[in-house]
């Protein structure tokens, strides 16, 4: 979903979250993940090691930057577009 129509009052699907469209919601289903509470307290580069290992090879760069904005969302941060998060990801994770 756009950043800007996400509400905490309204999380009841995975799309509901920042920048979760249906392909990135049927990828952390396959994970176990079934509702955006499922997500609470997970590390964004966890998910991201268990969807390349899912996926058999690394992912896109930029999935991990969806999910640590999924990650700061739920933690309370105010939601934000994905690529936010590259210059973190770039910084953190120089490797990917």
């Given at each position: ?30 994970l176990g993940f079934r509702v955006p509470a499922d997500l ?5 580069h966890a998910l991201y090691r268990s969807l390349c290992r ?43």
């Amino acid at each position: 979903m756009h950043p800007s129509r996400c509400s905490r009052q309204r999380l009841e699907r995975l799309t509901d979250l920042p920048n979760v469209g249906p392909a990135l919601a049927r990828s952390l289903e396959s994970l176990g993940f079934r509702v955006p509470a499922d997500l609470q307290g997970r590390d964004a580069h966890a998910l991201y090691r268990s969807l390349c290992r899912l996926k058999g090879g690394r992912q896109d760069p930029c999935v991990l930057d969806v999910l640590l904005s999924i990650e700061r969302f739920l933690a309370g941060e105010e939601p934000k577009r994905w690529w936010a998060f590259s210059a973190e990801r770039r910084q953190r994770y120089p490797g990917l």
